[in-house]
């Protein structure tokens, strides 16, 4: 049983030091005590009354100008016990151990207390910005908020302040950034306003959850860059939760490696990634896509036939105006062409028209001009009947899988709903092509009684893929599918979806961002910048001899998963933008 009396932060074992909710916010970071220190931290989630272990015994320190990095899959306690370190943690959790900032104890901190250690001495960049800013105020209210909130100075003095920050982020238009809602900016832009809002009361730790993972290439590395001129200009500590190691080798100086709960191995940046003593450790590096470290085997399963399964030719595609927005044209004049059996990886930053193009070809957007054949058919002739028979030849994989699932309908529901509902099976033989969908996506067939929400991450990506496949589609959209994926996990989906493209010879279109991805899985890859194409090809041709200025600044600014390699690229990209 789940006693609640031991869920009060203020138990026997939370602490065994007087706590003064003054003295925290007095005393300042030094070079001799240590910003963060935690011992024996353990955090646990009460579950069906029982309690389940998410951290075990956590002990690690991080000192002022350091930046910690936390890696590992998901759930392996990272953000949990960085939470703990908040007490943001929900009401089913139990804390036990030893949480020391600048020496003084947070853990039995009164709540008033506790409210002005967040913000003003411990802040946190979140992962997905869109969802940490209030949508309904604007991005300059809620700096000058938080300023007010911990300095109580005047609003004049606070927008100076916040204009001063959004500067200091390099946000391209300061005074229009401060007047904007989140909505109104891209991904980047959104990204820079949150660590503006993070360093706007000069805290001694900053917490930074994932903060580049839904990022472009580009716009990521000018993201790390600002971290890591920000971190030097403040000297503060950093905790950086992250499972992309190439951001860990950019950024981290030593890095403390996560499964199941425990911490297996830590050490150096250097250390771990020269010499990893642990098995886990070892498999993880080994799971990190590495840009021209890619085998030819699966490419000589394309063969080009005589017919495309999807044709782009001079394709034009406009947002027709709305109210005072006028027209927006987000693909001009683009052709290309997929065969059964291919996999073209669309690339390009944010609003380079990736999406709109998978859209369309899904017959979710009219084509404006040029022809668009998705399985032979011209999608501009089609009536809605048509339409309707044709998407049974096409399937869809979403970015996030959790927003894509019904969370109130069983998986095997969820996979089943499209064959259903096309008349192809039901009863009986529908759950027996059900259980075949989730073995060919190695999955347990007792997985079909289950919800989303009680599969991991990548569980739901591959019911993505068991629903998208159901109807046995000619041609697959996979948009964005590996961006909120660990390593680990990740290499695991990318071999199955090269494994399933081998069984059932469909064709896909591989919209991604990041191009280590696209070049262990791609055929052929197609570059877009401003709706435009910029160039396309073979593999090799783009990712080892672009011709374009713009991709090559994409394949510059990838991040490597190794220190050294990385400070070299890192130096060389500066170089030529002075």
Request: aromatic share 4%; charged share 25%; proline share 5%.
């Given at each position: 049983m789940v006693d609640r009396k031991t869920n009060d932060m203020t138990d026997s074992t939370a602490n065994d030091v007087p706590v003064n909710t003054t003295d925290v916010l007095l005393i300042?970071?030094?070079?001799?005590?240590?910003?963060?220190?935690?011992?024996?931290?353990?955090?646990?989630?009460?579950?069906?009354?029982?309690?389940?272990?998410?951290?075990?015994?956590?002990?690690?320190?991080?000192?002022?100008?350091?930046?910690?990095?936390?890696?590992?899959?998901?759930?392996?306690?990272?953000s949990a016990s960085s939470m703990a370190v908040l007490d943001l943690l929900p009401v089913n959790s139990r804390v036990r151990g030893s949480v020391k900032l600048n020496g003084v104890e947070l853990r039995g901190m009164r709540s008033s207390a506790m409210r002005r250690v967040r913000g003003e001495k411990i802040a946190v960049i979140f992962q997905e910005?869109?969802?940490?800013?209030?949508?309904?105020?604007?991005?300059?209210?809620?700096?000058?908020?938080?300023?007010?909130?911990?300095?109580?100075?005047?609003?004049?003095?606070?927008?100076?302040?916040?204009?001063?920050?959004?500067?200091?982020?390099e946000m391209p238009d300061p005074e229009k950034a401060f007047n904007s809602y989140p909505h109104q900016l891209s991904g980047g832009q959104?990204?820079?306003?949150?660590?503006?809002?993070?360093?706007?009361?000069?805290?001694?730790?900053?917490?930074?959850?994932?903060?580049?993972?839904?990022?472009?290439?580009?716009?990521?590395?000018?993201?790390?860059?600002?971290?890591?001129?920000?971190?030097?200009?403040?000297?503060?500590?950093?905790?950086?939760?992250?499972?992309?190691?190439?951001?860990v080798a950019d950024l981290a100086d030593r890095v403390i490696v996560m499964h199941r709960g425990k911490i297996v191995e830590?050490?150096?940046?250097?250390?771990?990634?020269?010499?990893?003593?642990?098995?886990?450790?070892?498999?993880?590096?080994a799971s990190v896509p590495h840009l021209g470290a890619n085998d030819e085997r699966h490419l000589a399963g394309a063969e080009v036939a005589k017919e495309p399964v999807l044709e782009l030719r001079n394709v034009s595609i406009e947002y027709p105006k709305r109210g005072r927005v006028p027209a927006f044209r987000a693909v001009d004049d683009v052709s290309l062409t997929i065969y059964p059996g291919e996999l073209l990886g669309l690339v390009g930053e944010s609003g380079s028209g990736k999406t709109t193009i998978g859209r369309a070809a899904m017959g979710l957007l009219p084509v404006t001009e040029g022809e668009l054949r998705v399985v032979g058919r011209d999608m501009a002739t089609l009536g809605r009947k048509e339409l309707r028979e044709l998407r049974r030849e096409t399937g869809i994989v979403f970015q996030d899988p959790a927003s894509s699932l019904n969370p109130r309908m069983p998986i095997g529901q969820s996979i089943g709903e499209p064959m259903l509902l096309a008349g192809i099976a039901k009863g009986r033989e529908l759950d027996k092509k059900v259980e075949e969908l989730l073995r060919q996506v190695e999955l347990p067939t007792a997985f079909r009684n289950r919800y989303p929400h009680e599969l991991s991450g990548g569980q739901k990506q591959r019911v993505g893929i068991a629903r998208a496949l159901s109807l046995n589609p000619r041609l697959l959209i996979a948009d964005e599918p590996t961006s909120a994926l660990d390593v680990s996990v990740q290499a695991?989906?990318?071999?199955?979806?090269?494994?399933?493209?081998?069984?059932?010879?469909?064709?896909?279109?591989?919209?991604?961002?990041?191009?280590?991805?696209?070049?262990?899985?791609?055929?052929?890859?197609?570059?877009?910048?401003?709706?435009?194409?910029?160039?396309?090809?073979?593999?090799?041709?783009?990712?080892?001899?672009?011709?374009?200025?713009?991709?090559?600044?994409?394949?510059?600014?990838?991040?490597?998963?190794?220190?050294?390699?990385?400070?070299?690229?890192?130096?060389?990209?500066?170089?030529?933008?002075?």
């Amino acid at each position: 049983m789940v006693d609640r009396k031991t869920n009060d932060m203020t138990d026997s074992t939370a602490n065994d030091v007087p706590v003064n909710t003054t003295d925290v916010l007095l005393i300042q970071a030094s070079d001799k005590v240590p910003v963060l220190k935690v011992a024996d931290l353990s955090v646990d989630f009460g579950v069906d009354n029982e309690w389940v272990p998410a951290a075990i015994g956590l002990n690690y320190e991080v000192h002022k100008g350091e930046v910690l990095a936390i890696v590992g899959e998901s759930g392996s306690g990272k953000s949990a016990s960085s939470m703990a370190v908040l007490d943001l943690l929900p009401v089913n959790s139990r804390v036990r151990g030893s949480v020391k900032l600048n020496g003084v104890e947070l853990r039995g901190m009164r709540s008033s207390a506790m409210r002005r250690v967040r913000g003003e001495k411990i802040a946190v960049i979140f992962q997905e910005p869109m969802t940490a800013l209030n949508p309904v105020y604007t991005i300059g209210f809620q700096i000058v908020e938080t300023l007010r909130q911990h300095y109580g100075i005047s609003p004049t003095d606070a927008k100076a302040r916040a204009i001063e920050l959004l500067t200091m982020v390099e946000m391209p238009d300061p005074e229009k950034a401060f007047n904007s809602y989140p909505h109104q900016l891209s991904g980047g832009q959104r990204q820079r306003a949150m660590i503006a809002q993070s360093i706007s009361c000069d805290p001694d730790l900053l917490i930074a959850d994932e903060p580049t993972t839904a990022l472009d290439v580009t716009v990521q590395a000018e993201i790390l860059d600002l971290l890591r001129e920000l971190h030097k200009r403040l000297d503060s500590a950093i905790v950086l939760i992250t499972h992309d190691m190439g951001v860990v080798a950019d950024l981290a100086d030593r890095v403390i490696v996560m499964h199941r709960g425990k911490i297996v191995e830590s050490g150096t940046v250097d250390e771990i990634f020269d010499a990893p003593k642990e098995e886990y450790t070892q498999e993880l590096l080994a799971s990190v896509p590495h840009l021209g470290a890619n085998d030819e085997r699966h490419l000589a399963g394309a063969e080009v036939a005589k017919e495309p399964v999807l044709e782009l030719r001079n394709v034009s595609i406009e947002y027709p105006k709305r109210g005072r927005v006028p027209a927006f044209r987000a693909v001009d004049d683009v052709s290309l062409t997929i065969y059964p059996g291919e996999l073209l990886g669309l690339v390009g930053e944010s609003g380079s028209g990736k999406t709109t193009i998978g859209r369309a070809a899904m017959g979710l957007l009219p084509v404006t001009e040029g022809e668009l054949r998705v399985v032979g058919r011209d999608m501009a002739t089609l009536g809605r009947k048509e339409l309707r028979e044709l998407r049974r030849e096409t399937g869809i994989v979403f970015q996030d899988p959790a927003s894509s699932l019904n969370p109130r309908m069983p998986i095997g529901q969820s996979i089943g709903e499209p064959m259903l509902l096309a008349g192809i099976a039901k009863g009986r033989e529908l759950d027996k092509k059900v259980e075949e969908l989730l073995r060919q996506v190695e999955l347990p067939t007792a997985f079909r009684n289950r919800y989303p929400h009680e599969l991991s991450g990548g569980q739901k990506q591959r019911v993505g893929i068991a629903r998208a496949l159901s109807l046995n589609p000619r041609l697959l959209i996979a948009d964005e599918p590996t961006s909120a994926l660990d390593v680990s996990v990740q290499a695991r989906f990318l071999d199955l979806l090269l494994e399933l493209q081998r069984q059932l010879d469909f064709a896909c279109l591989f919209i991604s961002h990041d191009l280590a991805v696209v070049d262990k899985l791609a055929h052929r890859i197609a570059v877009l910048r401003n709706g435009r194409l910029v160039e396309q090809g073979t593999r090799d041709d783009i990712l080892r001899n672009a011709r374009d200025p713009y991709t090559r600044r994409l394949i510059a600014a990838v991040p490597l998963p190794d220190p050294q390699a990385q400070a070299e690229q890192r130096e060389r990209r500066l170089a030529e933008r002075l």
